[in-house]
């Protein structure tokens, strides 16, 4: 079976500073989990360019990623942020479908699926954030909404688009709830998205990198990383907080 590189990811949504990014990056550097892992930051953007040239300056393999981009290249769009300046600006991976954009800014399947194709076709890789409500667990629809949300990027960009992305398995009842998913049901979910990848593109089923994001802290990671369908992690609050950080690539290497 492919040894998956195993990939963490910090999202910061609307948090942090230059201060935290700096004492982050010294963490990164000291610790050299950046050397062993993909070790992703997801700043907010007034923070990409900042966060590029610490990179750089401390010789960091760390990946920059953007929150978000607009689907469109360029316009009267006040407040967004294309795909070309998030690149211009050192992203090189963008977060798609975050469930915070589908829910609160009425982000549909489409528009993520549009935003991961402009992603890809500027060279950036997507990373698909998929997952289901409180009321579609409790009512048994798990499957078929992660079903039609991967579908919608098939439908959108062919086959040919899922060889190239990450997918993250948030449940949204679990993110910053500090309730996560149990570690059996992250794996059985996580075992079904890579089996409908297999079924449409066998090959790309077992290099790809498939996360769990959801109250994920140094306490609960362990358990989580050692899934055999887990790649990584996708972080929100424990993110903010650099030792907890560290603590978690540390598990992805170990587990
Ligand atoms: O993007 C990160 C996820 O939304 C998880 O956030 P959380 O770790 O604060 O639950």
């Known amino acids: 079976m492919t040894r998956r590189k195993p990939v963490v990811a910090a999202n910061w949504k ?48 760390v990946i920059l990623a953007a929150q978000n981009i607009n689907e469109l290249d360029s316009g009267a769009y006040t407040g967004e942020i294309s795909a070309h300046l998030a690149k211009e600006s050192g992203c090189k991976w963008v977060i798609c479908g975050h469930s915070e954009r589908r829910s609160l800014f009425n982000e549909s399947s489409k528009v993520t699926a549009q935003k991961f194709i402009k992603a890809q076709s500027l060279g950036m890789k997507p990373v698909l954030c998929v997952g289901e409500t409180t009321e579609e667990h409790e009512q048994g629809k798990t ?14 960009g062919g086959i040919d688009a899922i060889k190239d992305c990450i997918i993250a398995y948030e449940p ?24 409908m990848i297999s079924a449409i593109c066998p090959e790309t089923a077992q290099s790809i990198r498939i996360l769990y994001g959801g109250s994920v802290t140094p306490d609960n990671v362990d358990s989580m990383f050692k899934q055999p369908d887990i790649d990584g992690g996708l972080i929100g609050g424990a993110s903010l907080v650099p030792e907890k950080f560290i603590k978690i690539c540390q598990a992805a290497l170990v587990n």
């Open 14 to 61: 609307m948090n942090g500073s230059r201060h935290l990014v700096d004492s982050l990056l010294q963490q990164i550097k000291q610790s050299g989990v950046d050397q062993q892992l993909d070790v992703v930051l997801s700043p907010p953007a007034t923070l990409y360019s900042y966060v590029d040239d610490a990179i750089k300056q401390l010789e960091l393999n």
């Open 143 to 156: 499957y078929s909404r992660l079903t039609a949300q991967i579908e919608t990027i098939l439908h959108l």
């Open 172 to 195: 949204i009842w679990a993110v910053g709830t500090g309730k996560p998913a149990s570690p059996k049901l992250a794996q059985e979910v996580h075992r079904f998205i890579r089996g």
